[in-house]
């Protein structure tokens, strides 16, 4: 019975899987992110009868001054529309600590931006991320990884 109730908790948890379609990491030379230097990337949407998501996994130091960061994501689609928003992720909680895995001296927290997004029309989607924080600068910033996964 054990080695049923393992099989069966393998599979469920392989088919809740989401298959990746687009990954791309942007690594900061110098843990500095300029706040003129944005990230853009395409990426192309083929089925349109599946939900996508979209995630963003940011990699700071444990010395990065802030406890948020502020960024603007623009996405052009293919049907010519555009979705864009000001988004604050919230890095650290009111005490301090740090929300994310913290690993040595890198923190690396997750932020889902879109959940169960449907596409109206196949076809090549253009991605935009700008830093909005306030300083030309942003100090101790080592990356930034967007993926965008299939749901089931």
Not at 31 to 60: A, G, M, P, S
């Amino acid at each position: 019975m054990k080695k049923v109730f393992s099989l069966f908790t393998l599979l469920l948890f392989f088919g809740c899987q989401n298959s990746i379609v687009f990954e791309k990491t942007k690594q900061f030379e110098g843990h500095r992110w300029n706040r003129f230097v944005f990230i853009e990337t395409d990426f192309e949407i083929t089925d349109i009868d599946k939900l996508y998501d979209l995630q963003l996994n940011l990699v700071n130091r444990t010395t990065y001054a802030y406890d948020y960061i502020s960024l603007n994501i623009t996405l052009y689609l293919p049907d010519e529309t555009m979705r864009s928003r000001d988004i604050e992720i919230r890095l650290q909680d009111k005490n301090l600590n740090w929300l994310g895995t913290v690993n040595g001296d890198l923190v690396t927290t997750s932020f889902s931006y879109i959940k169960g997004m449907k596409f109206q029309a196949p076809g090549k989607v253009r991605l935009r991320i700008e830093n909005k924080m306030s300083i030309l600068n942003l100090e101790e910033v080592e990356r930034l990884q967007v993926k965008v996964m299939e749901t089931r």
